[in-house]
């Protein structure tokens, strides 16, 4: 079955950029999806359909998708950005949805 | 406003029955495909299942296929899970979300905050 492979963290100073990638063999022709999760908190979905952000996501969480692997990028990180993320991609084989195995961002 | 509620978690033996719930409220329920994923404690998100909006179409992650049932009750908005011959590996917590998407592919664009099922002697 499909993989998707994630760093199992990141660290990154407030106000920098956090780049979170996502590897999956020709993840390219696939559309990611990417999900927020602070502890003890649900998922929230931040960024579909490769690079679209819902509503109420801030302009500094964007993503892109090419060839092997996407990234999510997180601009002007703060505090508040510290959470676990992950990538998901539906899987046209199975039909069905596949996780990363997520990262941890650590804002220092 | 969207919202997902969970309910039903809670502590079984191996080898028991439990259902999930999940009440839907803020948007046309019966409109959307909905699925439940977990997440064990520590461990990453799992995809366990999904029923399409009649109810007519389900699919299982491999690991539960014969043991959890999903099912839907559209007049009453709720998302239910059935599972059956619980195993110590099926202790999680318990999201059910909305599922939208298309031709691009299928994402989860609302989630419940979490049911606890623990499978323990």
């Known amino acids: 079955s499909y993989v998707l492979t994630q760093p199992p963290s990141v660290l990154v100073a407030p106000g920098q950029t956090a780049r979170i990638t996502c590897g999956g063999n020709?993840?390219?022709?696939?559309?990611v999806h990417w999900y927020q999760q602070k502890p003890g908190q649900a998922p929230v979905l931040v960024v579909y359909?490769?690079?679209d952000r819902p509503s109420g996501i801030p302009e500094r969480f964007s993503g892109s998708n090419s060839g092997n692997t996407a990234t999510l990028t997180i601009s002007r990180v703060e505090a508040g950005d510290e959470a676990d993320y992950y990538c998901?991609?539906?899987?046209?084989?199975?039909?069905?949805?596949?996780f990363g195995g997520g990262t941890k961002l650590t804002v220092l | 406003e969207v919202q997902l509620v969970e309910s039903g978690g809670g502590l079984v033996q191996p080898g028991g029955s439990l259902r999930l719930s999940c009440a839907a409220s803020?948007?046309?329920?019966?409109?959307?495909?909905m699925t439940w994923v977990r997440q064990a404690p520590g461990k990453g998100l799992e995809w366990v299942a999904n029923?399409?909006?009649?109810?007519?179409?389900?699919s299982y992650v491999d690991s539960v296929k014969g043991r959890f049932t999903i099912s839907r009750d559209n007049a009453k908005n709720s998302l239910y899970l059935q599972m059956n011959s619980l195993r110590a590996e099926d202790t999680a917590v318990y999201y059910c979300?909305?599922?939208?998407?298309?031709?691009?592919?299928?994402?989860?664009?609302?989630w419940g905050q979490g049911t606890l099922l623990t499978v323990s002697s």
């Open positions: 020709n993840i390219g022709s696939k559309s």
């Open positions: 979300a909305r599922v939208l998407g298309g031709a691009l592919g299928y994402f989860f664009d609302y």
């Open positions: 359909h490769n690079s």
């Open positions: 029923i399409q909006q009649d109810g007519s179409e389900k």
């Open positions: 998901q991609v539906w899987d046209g084989n199975s039909a069905h949805p596949i």
């Open positions: 803020g948007f046309t329920f019966s409109t959307y495909w």
